[in-house]
């Protein structure tokens, strides 16, 4: 871990020079979430910044991950699941809740990285094409400049230019993590979901994966679920800390961390419980 | 005292564990002995075959007639009518039964599903004979209606029958493996918009390619030896061709037609049944083999 006082010195300097308030990329408003008839998260308000990093904080089974698959309608797979309330992306408006909605359309805006490196049974090649397929583009030509585009974003490039048609699952699991985020962004979606991307990785792929979500904040706007948080800390511009379903508390990450102004989340950075 | 108890029910549960051991020992070791026995006698009766007819005339002669006064042993027309009964039962197994496993993992209702495998594996509990005659009395002659030059005997019907029969085997463990397929997998393909059709194809079903090809290759086995069906419904006359609009003898057939009769015990002819068991045995080690090499290929990669 000899790398994470160096981003964390970064990123101070990076968090206090963004003080000035950022345009919101998605507005929350009200938003509760049922799975069937016990209520997960209660009026949830809040708005993410554009080209920012906001991460999700709190206690197991407060809620920030349900909220993080609101944002990309995955609760819209399993059965009984139901959503009130709002989440509007700017700048065209789009209430991604709202009935009228092809929650094929949200996903497709919405990148997501997951708990566990997930790549497909295919080749490295075909992992990064596969959201780009998806979105109707086949010309061989067109697909290398982009899988070689998100590649070298997601700092990967270098390690697998000379075997992009062997199976992906060859690769080591930060190497995999890495993969999945440019499997992610390689259809430039406006936000990426990172779900606790680091915590099956080992701690040098872990500041891999931290420094590479610094630098994709200059392209897209990301949300991310930790319950690390000095990684929280380390990487994100805005904080929210949720219990128990509610969002207690959200606002500056340099703010929240050293002058927090509800007691829960005084309570929770200082490790009383959680 | 407690403790001494305690020991002796320690003793007892040693005692206990090393009976087991033996036990479950013995039962590993009776089914590879099994295995043997079948090798040993297949070797033991077929070699005085081999010692009489050259290796060479197995796949030099162009008839099967070894009852003849002027025997001919060309296991190419028995082996004719097994592969072509075989590969017939396959495009109808194969195809069928991975479509039923992709919807039955991923697009049956929970209780559809749990209603219709029972069901499905009922159809591999129907005794082999009844779908040999439903072959020979029922489907033959609606084959016969949509063309009339089938004869009474076709290695299309017993075929088709015979994919029917093992339809179950694909679907079972197909559906089994394309299950077992992480969600995390499948979530990740729906994050980036795809489909539910396009998840089951494009992520599932290589992702479950390992165990669908142990499907297949179980598929495959079941189909070279099955006896019955293909003794009823395919004829027992052994031909050289690969149409399967004609009737012809499989291996497994003419071992039932040679068995059946009175064959002196040690003559050539009882002793060529041995021969072509040790053929087919020879071909189903080889599916095996290569299903396991394809297995473990493909484990590799998921």
Known sequence: MSVAPEIAGRDESEASASDTKALPKVQIHGLNFFYGTNQVLRSVTMDVPALKVTALIGPSG???????????????????????????????????????VDPIQVRMRFGMVFQKPNPFPKSIYENVAYGLRLQGMNRRKELDEKVEKALREAALWEEVKSRLHQMAHNLS?????????????????????????????????????????????????????????????????????????????????????????????????????? | ????????????????????????????????????????????????????????????????????????????????????????????????????????????????????????????????????????????????????????????SAGMIMGIMIVPYVTSLGEDAMRSVPMLLREGAYALGDGKLGVALRVVFPGAFSGLAAAYVLAISRAVGETMIVAIAAGLQPRMTVNPLESAATVTAFIVQVSLGDLPHGSIGYQSIFAAGAVLFLMTLGFNLAGHALRRRFHRAT
């Open chain 1, 62 to 100: 407060c809620g920030k991950t349900t909220l993080l698959r609101c944002m990309n309608r995955m609760h819209d797979l399993y059965l009984g699941n139901r959503y009130e309330g709002s989440i509007v992306v700017q700048p065209d408006g789009t209430d991604i809740l709202d009935a009228s």
């Open chain 1, 173 to 274: 699991g930060g190497q995999q993590q890495r993969l999945c985020i440019a499997r992610a962004i390689a259809t430039d979606p406006d936000v990426v979901l990172f779900d606790e991307p680091t915590s099956a990785l080992d701690p040098i792929a872990t500041s891999k994966i931290e420094e590479l979500i610094v630098e994709l904040k200059k392209r897209v706007t990301v949300m991310i679920v930790t319950h690390n948080l000095q990684q929280a800390g380390r990487i994100s511009d805005m904080t929210a800390f949720m219990y128990l379903g509610e969002l207690i508390e959200f606002g500056d990450t340099n703010r929240m961390f050293t002058n927090p102004a509800k007691p829960q989340t005084e309570d929770y950075i200082s490790g009383r419980f959680g």
């Open chain 2, 1 to 156: 005292m407690g403790s001494s108890r305690s020991a002796s029910s320690r003793r007892l549960d040693q005692g206990l564990e090393s009976v087991m051991v033996w036990v479950l020992r013995a039962g590993g070791w009776a089914s590879v002995l099994v295995t043997f026995g079948i090798v040993i006698t297949l070797v033991k009766e077929s070699w005085p075959f081999f010692q009489a007819v050259p290796f060479v005339r197995l796949f030099t002669d162009t008839m099967w007639t070894p009852l003849f006064s002027e025997p001919q042993y060309g296991i190419g027309a028995l082996l004719a009518g097994t592969l072509v009964t075989t590969g017939v039962a396959l495009l109808v197994a194969i195809p069928l039964g991975t479509i039923l496993a992709i919807y039955l993992s991923e697009f049956a209702e929970p209780q559809f599903r749990d209603w219709v495998k029972p069901m499905l594996e009922l159809l591999s509990a129907v005794p082999t004979v009844v779908y040999g005659y439903f072959a020979l009395l029922t489907l033959t002659p609606l084959l016969q209606k949509i063309y009339p030059d089938l004869p009474q005997f076709s290695m299309l």
